[in-house]
C-alpha cells in the first residue's frame, strides 16, 4: 500500500484517523498516577494500522520485520543491563541488523558476481522486502543512540515496534532517528494547529507525486525506456531531465506526507529535503537532498572513522561507496555512489576554497549538469543501456532533434514550468510576503487559512481525478 492510492485515502486512512481518535479519548480516560496522559491506546492503534498497512502488500514479510524489532528490542535491554559488555552487544546487534539486510538485499547479487568469475554457486532469487533499508537503518539508529546513552532504551516491546514499524514513514522514509521521536512515543499531544498543518503538509507531498511526478514518469519512461534505441540527443536530455524532476518531486512528496502525517498524530519527523536544485555545489546538493540519509552516514560511519581529522578523502568515499550501495545490489547504484563521492572530495580541495569568488549562477549550472549526469547512472542498471543513453545524452543520438522531442517539449510546456517553479523555495517566498504585507494582524490568519484550504481541496480533487485509472503511481524509493 502508498498514500497515493485511492483505498489509502478514503478507507485506510479515514479508519485509522477515527481509531485513533476514539484511544485518544481513552488514554484521556486513563491518567497515570502523576495525573500525566497515557498513550498507549494510541499507540497500540498505531501499530496495529502500520502493521496491516504493511502486511497489505507483504504478508510474509511482517513477520522478518517483527523479528527484526524482536532482536533489536533484546539487544537494546543487553546493552543497557550489561557495563562489561555492552560494546559485545552493540557489535552483535549491528551484525544481526546488517545479515538480515545483506541476506535480502545483497546475497543474490554477490553470489552472481562470483559465477561471472567463473565461481559456480547458486544464485538465490529473493524478493526484497519493502522498505527494509528504512527500518534496518532504524534499528541500528536506536542501537547505536542506546549504546551512546543518548536516548533511553525502549522497555516495551510494543513501543520499540511503533517507532521501526510507523506507517507514515515505514516504507520510503524519511529514516527517523531514534533520539527525535523517543521522547514522543510516550509524552505527545496533537493541537489543532498540528493537526491542520499537517494534513495541509500531507496534501501538497500527494499533489507532487500525483500531479507533478506521476506526469512526468511518462515523458521520462517516453525517452529513456520505450524510445531508447531510437533516442536523439535532445529526447536523452528530455528524459533525464524529466526523471531529474520525477524523482525530486516523487520523493520529496513522500517525505512530505510522512512528515504531515506524523505532524498530525504529535511526532515531529526532520526535514529530509530543503530545494537540492538550488544548490551552488555538489556538496550543498547532498546538504539538501535525502538529508535524514546524509546525517545518518555522517554520525554513523564518517565522523567515527575520523570524519575531518584522519583519512578524510577515504572516508568519503568509504561512505559514498556504502551510499550507493545502500540505493540497490547493482553496479550501477555503486558507481553512482562513487562519481559523487569523488566529486565531493576533490571540491573539498578546489571549488569550496574559492566558490565565493564564482558567480553563482555558474556554480549553479555547474552543480545540475553533474545532478543530471548522476541521475543518468541511477537510471539505468542495465550497462548496454546505460551506454547507450549516454552516447545520446553527449551528441551521437539518432539524430540532434525530431517531431517527438518537439512534441514533448511543447505538449508538456505547462508542465515543465509547474515543475522548474516548485523546484523553488516558493512556500518560505511566500510566507515572507504574506508577513511584509500583512504582519500580524489578525487579516493574516484568515488569509492563510483560507487560501490553504482552497488549495488542500483543489489538490485533493485534482488528484483523485488523476488516480482514476491510473497505470504508473509506484514510489520510487519504496525498491530501496
Not at 555492552?86 to 546488517?98: E, K, M, P, Q, T
Not at 520523493?251 to 526532520?270: K, P, Q, T, V, W
Not at 546538504?287 to 567515527?304: A, C, Q
Request: charged share 15%; net charge neutral; proline share 2%.
Amino acid at each position: 500500500m502508498v498514500f497515493s492510492n485511492l483505498f489509502f485515502l478514503f478507507v485506510f486512512l479515514p479508519a485509522f484517523l477515527l481509531s485513533y481518535l476514539v484511544a485518544t479519548w481513552v488514554d484521556r480516560q486513563m491518567l497515570s498516577g502523576e495525573g500525566t496522559r497515557s498513550n498507549r491506546a494510541k499507540n497500540l492503534v498505531l501499530v496495529c494500522f502500520s502493521l496491516i498497512f504493511y502486511a497489505w502488500g507483504e504478508p510474509v514479510y511482517v513477520f522478518l520485520m517483527l523479528f527484526c524489532v524482536l532482536v533489536n528490542y533484546l539487544v537494546g535491554l543487553w546493552i543497557n543491563r550489561e557495563e562489561r559488555h555492552r560494546l559485545l552487544a552493540l557489535v552483535i546487534g549491528l551484525i544481526a541488523n546488517i545479515a538480515i539486510l545483506g541476506t535480502f538485499k545483497y546475497l543474490g547479487f554477490l553470489a552472481q558476481q562470483l559465477c561471472d568469475l567463473g565461481i559456480e554457486v547458486a544464485v538465490p532469487t529473493i524478493a526484497l522486502p519493502i522498505g527494509i533499508s528504512f527500518y534496518t537503518f532504524q534499528s541500528i539508529s536506536y542501537l547505536i543512540d542506546v549504546y551512546r546513552k543518548e536516548s533511553p532504551v525502549q522497555r516495551r516491546f510494543v513501543d520499540l515496534l511503533l517507532y521501526i514499524s510507523m506507517f507514515p514513514q515505514l516504507i520510503a522514509g524519511p529514516i527517523v532517528r531514534y533520539g527525535t521521536v523517543a521522547k514522543e512515543i510516550h509524552h505527545r499531544k496533537v493541537t489543532v494547529e498540528d493537526f491542520a498543518n499537517g494534513i495541509y503538509r500531507f496534501l501538497l507531498g500527494l499533489g507532487k507525486k500525483v500531479i507533478i511526478a506521476n506526469q512526468l514518469s511518462e515523458i521520462s519512461d517516453q525517452f529513456l525506456v520505450n524510445g531508447l534505441n531510437s533516442l536523439t540527443t535532445a529526447g536523452a536530455w528530455i528524459g533525464i531531465v524529466a526523471f531529474t524532476l520525477q524523482i525530486y518531486f516523487d520523493f520529496s512528496g513522500y517525505s512530505d506526507m510522512a512528515i504531515g502525517l506524523g505532524r498530525c498524530l504529535g511526532f515531529h519527523f526532520n526535514e529530509n529535503f530543503r530545494h537540492p536544485y538550488c544548490c551552488n555545489s555538489i556538496t550543498d546538493f547532498w546538504r539538501r537532498w535525502h538529508i535524514s540519509l546524509g546525517s545518518f552516514f555522517r554520525d554513523y560511519v564518517y565522523i567515527p572513522l575520523g570524519g575531518n581529522r584522519r583519512h578524510q578523502a577515504v572516508n568519503i568515499l568509504v561512505v559514498w561507496f556504502l551510499t550507493g550501495m545502500w540505493h540497490g545490489a547493482s553496479w550501477n547504484f555503486i558507481i553512482w555512489g562513487v562519481y559523487f563521492g569523488l566529486i565531493v572530495m576533490m571540491e573539498k580541495y578546489t571549488l569550496l576554497r574559492v566558490h565565493e569568488r564564482i558567480p553563482a549562477v555558474f556554480l549553479h549550472i555547474y552543480s545540475m549538469l553533474l545532478v543530471i549526469a548522476g541521475w543518468g547512472i541511477f537510471y539505468f542498471d542495465d550497462f548496454h543501456q546505460m551506454v547507450v543513453f549516454f552516447q545520446s545524452f553527449f551528441g551521437n543520438g539518432a539524430s540532434h532533434f525530431d517531431f517527438v522531442d518537439e512534441s514533448a517539449l511543447l505538449d508538456n510546456f505547462w508542465l515543465w514550468v509547474v515543475a522548474i517553479f516548485f523546484c523553488l523555495p516558493i512556500r518560505t517566498t511566500v510566507g515572507e510576503w504574506t508577513d511584509r504585507l500583512l504582519g500580524d494582524s489578525s487579516m493574516k490568519s484568515v488569509v492563510v487559512s483560507t487560501t490553504r484550504i482552497i488549495l488542500s481541496v483543489a489538490i485533493l480533487i485534482l488528484s483523485t481525478a488523476l488516480l482514476v485509472g491510473a497505470t504508473n503511481n509506484a514510489f520510487i524509493y519504496t525498491r530501496f
